[in-house]
């Protein structure tokens, strides 16, 4: 079975910065394209940013200029890098494919305080 597994979140001040990782199982990585989601409390999942399997990366409006994606095809993970953090980016992270999503990770809490 595929895992998604996220990590590196946490407790950061307003103005902050973290970076997040997903460790993946997925065959043929290195030709999926990948996606960072995020979902806040009573709010729906939303796409945080993407990368394709070329490198072109694409971002939230929300987000844009503060967070950076990125992929290392060797260790099969995707990364994000979140700085300036702000409280309305408190929510929990996850990772997935483009489309034809995997079953979900446990994904990882980024909590900003302010």
């Known amino acids: 079975q595929v895992q998604l597994v996220e990590s590196g979140g946490g407790l950061v001040q307003a103005g902050g910065s973290l970076r997040l990782s997903c460790a993946t199982s997925?065959?043929?990585?290195?030709?999926?394209?990948m996606g960072w989601y995020r979902q806040a409390p009573g709010k729906q999942r939303e796409l945080v940013a993407l990368i394709t399997a070329g490198g072109t990366t694409n971002y939230a409006d929300s987000v844009k200029g503060r967070f950076t994606i990125s992929r290392d095809n060797a260790k099969n993970t995707v990364y994000l890098q979140m700085n300036s953090l702000k409280p309305e980016d408190t929510a929990i992270y996850y990772c997935?494919?483009?489309?034809?999503?995997?079953?979900w990770g446990q994904g990882t809490q980024v909590t900003v305080s302010s």
């Open positions: 997925i065959n043929f990585f290195s030709i999926t394209a």
């Open positions: 997935n494919k483009q489309s034809r999503f995997l079953d």
